[in-house]
């Protein structure tokens, strides 16, 4: 007997986005919400979902303002 791979009927339940900074693909799952913040798995960006359109998210660099992180 011969198993298919397990394929999830959701295929659509992921969006696809790229990293501005660097190309990296992101998963995001369609369930994301506006302002929502996401970070980048590969250079750590962090994106905030600025809009969400069917199957397209349009991410933003996140600028913190006013904090210093510095030590
Ligand atoms: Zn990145």
Same mark, same amino acid.
């Given at each position: 007997m011969i198993k298919q791979a397990?394929? /999830?009927?959701?295929?659509?339940?992921i969006i696809k986005a790229k990293? /501005?900074?660097?190309?990296a693909e992101l998963d995001i799952p369609k369930d994301i919400e506006k302002g929502e913040i996401l970070s980048c798995p590969s250079c750590g960006l962090e994106l905030e979902v600025k809009q969400i359109q069917s199957g397209c998210v349009d991410l933003q660099e996140l600028t913190i303002e006013g904090e210093d992180w510095g030590e």
């Open positions: 397990n394929q /999830p009927e959701e295929m659509n339940a990293c /501005p900074d660097c190309d």
